[in-house]
């Protein structure tokens, strides 16, 4: 500690915000400065962010602004922060999150130490067997519209310390530079991206949702994953109410439900046999319906159960036709597997962790890359593509576990 400065902030903290900033990875900001370039002069980066912050002076540059595709010919705008900012952010994160962890709701998911979506994804599932209805709430731009006010209210509720509330302040306020170079200077909102972020954006709904929720219908249980909110009800009608209440609750904050996309939902299955137009809902990259299921006692049913979404699948399908695998005839079937096995395992992991069979079908069309890529690599195959799926197959026999994917066809088969 440097008592000399007007905050105490360790060094080893910002060596340590560092260390977590450089394991997430990620792109730079306005600067151009990436994470490597930083450490060419590391000691020297890391002393100046740690005598800035711990005398006040430190002030965030602009947040480097991205639209990424969401679908539809939508985007999305994401905020991209530089390394140096990003370290800054994470003194300030490791300093607030643990002050702000135990007042959480245990039903908020996203963004938070020992809470996963695969957990919020296994909670919903369980309720909705309970439970006859959900209300699928969407929030329309949330990160774009968080009122720095209250964020600031609820923020200051915690804890007094002078220099995080300085610095979240600051963050808050720093504009936006678009890729001309212009700035959009911000009055609320913040930035989808940054490190304090997640944080934040967690703290406001906090109080916008959860408490409220917890204190007006404590009957009612829910799962949020960030601004991603299923509410669980017994019936249509408290459906509605409960849809109205928490319309007016975030119009008081400042916040509005995207009307198209807020939906009440009823949860059909062999028990519940009522016949409602909204049947089914997507939750973090999962649609829950009613979908034929098998009892351990071989008998089948209907279940409202969650797979894969529509949505989930394009996304994997587009990724994979980026990778142009039938053009890589300079690479060995294992160099392709050692290549991509990694991606593979990922998806399986989360996607395959309820219904896992229904992953079959999103693996097909790299199947169809590879049979192109040995067609087009082997002049025995060129002139005959089912020859090529007839060489494929006999491959997937002898060697199973070559690709990650290639398990799934023994579990349809098992089904």
């Known amino acids: 500690m440097d008592k000399a400065k007007p905050f105490s902030i360790s060094k080893r903290e910002v060596w340590e915000a560092y260390k977590r900033v450089k394991a997430n990875k990620g792109a730079a900001g306005v600067d151009g400065q990436s994470i490597a370039e930083l450490e060419e002069g590391l000691k020297d980066n890391l002393f100046k962010i740690w005598n800035r912050m711990s005398s006040g002076s430190y002030f965030p540059p602009p947040v480097r602004r991205v639209d990424i595709p969401k679908g539809k010919g939508k985007?999305?705008?994401?905020?991209?922060?530089?390394?140096?900012?990003?370290?800054?952010?994470?003194?300030?994160?490791?300093?607030?999150?643990?002050?702000?962890?135990?007042?959480?709701?245990?039903?908020?998911?996203?963004?938070?130490?020992?809470?996963?979506?695969?957990?919020?994804?296994?909670?919903?599932?369980?309720?909705?067997?309970?439970?006859?209805?959900?209300?699928?709430?969407?929030?329309?731009?949330?990160?774009?519209?968080?009122?720095?006010?209250?964020?600031?209210?609820?923020?200051?509720?915690?804890?007094?310390?002078?220099?995080?509330?300085?610095?979240?302040?600051?963050?808050?306020?720093a504009p936006a530079q678009l890729e001309d170079g212009s700035l959009i200077h911000?009055?609320?909102?913040?930035?989808?991206?940054?490190?304090?972020?997640?944080?934040?954006?967690?703290?406001?709904?906090?109080?916008?949702?959860?408490?409220?929720?917890?204190?007006?219908?404590?009957?009612?249980?829910?799962?949020?994953?960030?601004?991603?909110v299923i509410c669980h009800c017994r019936s249509k009608a408290e459906a509605e109410e409960l849809r109205a209440a928490i319309e007016r609750r975030f119009a008081e904050c400042g916040l509005e439900l995207n009307q198209q996309k807020t939906k009440i939902v009823y949860c059909m299955d062999s028990n519940r046999r009522r016949k409602y137009p909204e049947q089914k809902f997507d939750f973090l990259g999962y649609t829950f319906r009613p979908r034929r299921t098998k009892t351990h006692q071989g008998k089948y049913l209907v279940g409202f159960t969650p797979a894969i979404s529509n949505k989930a699948t394009k996304s994997i399908c587009e990724a994979m036709r980026q990778w142009n695998l039938h053009r890589r005839t300079d690479k060995s079937l294992d160099e392709l597997a050692q290549r991509i096995n990694p991606v593979l395992k990922g998806w399986i992991n989360y996607y395959g962790h309820f219904r896992k069979s229904a992953l079959y079908r999103t693996f097909q069309p790299l199947n169809n890359s590879l049979v192109r890529w040995a067609c087009r690599k082997y002049k025995s195959l060129r002139r005959n593509c089912h020859e090529g799926r007839l060489w494929l197959q006999g491959v997937m026999h002898r060697q199973s576990t070559l690709f990650a994917h290639w398990q799934l066809s023994q579990i349809k088969a098992g089904q």
């Open 75 to 173: 985007t999305r705008p994401l905020g991209k922060p530089t390394v140096a900012d990003r370290i800054a952010q994470m003194v300030v994160k490791r300093y607030l999150e643990p002050i702000l962890e135990v007042h959480f709701h245990p039903d908020s998911y996203g963004y938070r130490p020992k809470k996963s979506a695969i957990e919020a994804i296994g909670v919903a599932r369980q309720r909705c067997w309970r439970y006859d209805w959900v209300l699928d709430l969407d929030i329309k731009g949330f990160f774009d519209n968080i009122d720095h006010d209250l964020l600031m209210r609820a923020v200051r509720k915690h804890t007094d310390c002078e220099w995080v509330l300085l610095y979240v302040e600051r963050w808050l306020k």
């Open 186 to 228: 911000r009055d609320k909102g913040t930035p989808q991206g940054g490190v304090i972020s997640p944080l934040l954006a967690n703290l406001f709904l906090h109080y916008t949702c959860d408490i409220w929720m917890q204190r007006q219908y404590p009957q009612i249980p829910f799962e949020r994953y960030a601004d991603d």
